[in-house]
């Protein structure tokens, strides 16, 4: 779509030095169209549709000049953009009789829509498959959760306990960054629009998200939550506090790799669990740990003044990226759950349509630069070696609940008031009363 006025070559930028940086905008419109500084900024959706149109004046490739082979081109660019469309029965169906029609015309856009499908039920196929091993795995989780007390001395001891299964931060880190890299190359552009479509009044959801196939967005968001939890879960289990101290400066290297490869969704996530009470409470363990590059860690990811920190080093990231010699430099895994609420804030805090009745294009471009932004990072293979059983740890193992993780952290470091003792008390009694196997 042009994005400037049809008189752009009239419009001098270079006439508009720096010295004027305050002079007023120049405002234009053309056949319904509302141009600022030669931008495209609103339309109405009759005039924003007819620019769609392929003209004399301008198309892509002027010398396609027949309908079926631009309904193929169309139709490619959506299924390999928006393929999760193509989920809904009626928008495959009808996709399917346009290849019948398109069958009687051109034999060549036949064969192309042939593959076009072809191409796209693989993508469904995969993604169908992805889901259910999404959902497997996070039954399996839930079945085998232990309890604290029942389980911790069994977990300490257990064979896949994290330093004993990988005590290398950069290959763990690698492997944090291969699962980050797969959950995102699932979700689809379209899941965005989804995610903060208007609600109807009927609607009574409290999720984030509304419920319309934004499955693969949720997913991800618990993956980071589970990763929170099992660091915090790792760090609160050992009894021995020599032991919860190389924990602790294990996962803080783990936390360093993660930032220098450019996965800041699994560096917040560890910090999140390195912070969580039960942790944080274990002042004899954090005494034994030499804490300088947490610390900067941490503020890295200082969410003051709007995560400056963190977005300046994101920006460094994305511009290693576009400049990148190999595909190690090429990765950048946003916070994630930052990236939403920005998409989120951005769609709620302006209109989608103008006071005139226009289209809010501005907006819509704004939304569009963030989510292709995305794309571009989802889109790059994870150029590490797999750690077969790291990976399965990280997927699978066993992480406390909330209850649990405190019960644990007092039983690591005795409570230090009336409070905490009274809490200790509480939990524990739960403990009992649920699993009368654990009482003596």
Not at 311 to 327: D, E, K, M, N, V
Request: charge should be positive.
């Amino acid at each position: 779509m042009p994005q400037t006025t049809p008189y752009s070559s009239k419009f001098n930028p270079s006439t508009y030095s720096s010295s004027h940086s305050h002079r007023q905008p120049v405002e234009e419109n053309y056949g319904g169209l509302h141009y600022r500084d030669n931008k495209l900024v609103s339309g109405s959706l009759e005039a924003l549709i007819q620019l769609l149109v392929p003209t004399v004046d301008y198309y892509p490739d002027k010398r396609i000049r027949e309908i079926a082979p631009k309904i193929v081109q169309l139709l490619t660019e959506w299924t390999e953009t928006f393929p999760y469309d193509f989920r809904d029965e009626r928008m495959m169906r009808s996709l399917k009789e346009m290849t019948h029609r398109l069958a009687f015309g051109d034999e060549l856009s036949r064969r192309a829509m042939q593959r076009l499908i072809q191409r796209l039920l693989r993508k469904l196929t995969t993604l169908g498959q992805y889901e259910e091993s999404l959902a497997t795995s996070s039954a399996a989780s839930t079945m085998d959760r232990p309890l604290a007390l029942k389980s911790k001395q069994q977990l300490v001891r257990r064979e896949e306990c994290v330093l004993n299964l990988c005590d290398d931060p950069f290959v763990f880190a690698q492997q944090l960054t291969h699962i980050e890299m797969e959950r995102l190359s699932y979700i689809g552009p379209e899941e965005f629009v989804q995610a903060f479509a208007k609600k109807r009044p009927s609607d009574n959801h409290k999720s984030f998200f509304s419920k319309r196939k934004v499955s693969n967005l949720e997913a991800y968001v618990e993956w980071f939550n589970r990763l929170s939890y099992l660091i915090a879960t790792e760090i609160c289990m050992p009894v021995k506090k020599k032991h919860r101290a190389r924990v602790l400066e294990f996962f803080i290297d783990v936390a360093q790799e993660c930032f220098n490869i450019g996965n800041f969704n699994s560096l917040m996530a560890i910090i999140t669990g390195m912070n969580m009470n039960p942790v944080s409470r274990l002042k004899k363990t954090w005494n034994k740990v030499n804490t300088d590059k947490f610390d900067i860690l941490v503020h890295q990811m200082d969410p003051s003044s709007n995560f400056y920190s963190y977005r300046t080093a994101l920006r460094g990231a994305t511009q290693r990226s576009s400049t990148a010699h190999t595909s190690q430099e090429m990765i950048v895994i946003p916070f994630f759950s930052l990236f939403i609420k920005d998409i989120y804030f951005l769609n709620e805090g302006c209109v989608n349509r103008l006071p005139n009745g226009h289209i809010n294009f501005e907006k819509f471009w704004e939304l569009a630069k963030q989510v292709s932004e995305f794309l571009s990072w989802r889109q790059v293979i994870c150029p590490f070696e797999r750690d077969r059983k790291t990976l399965q740890y990280l997927i699978s193992a066993p992480v406390f609940s909330e209850d649990e993780l405190q019960l644990a952290s007092y039983e690591s470091e005795s409570p230090e008031n009336n409070l905490e003792r009274d809490t200790r008390r509480s939990l524990r009694s739960e403990c009992f009363f649920e699993n009368p196997c654990l009482r003596h």
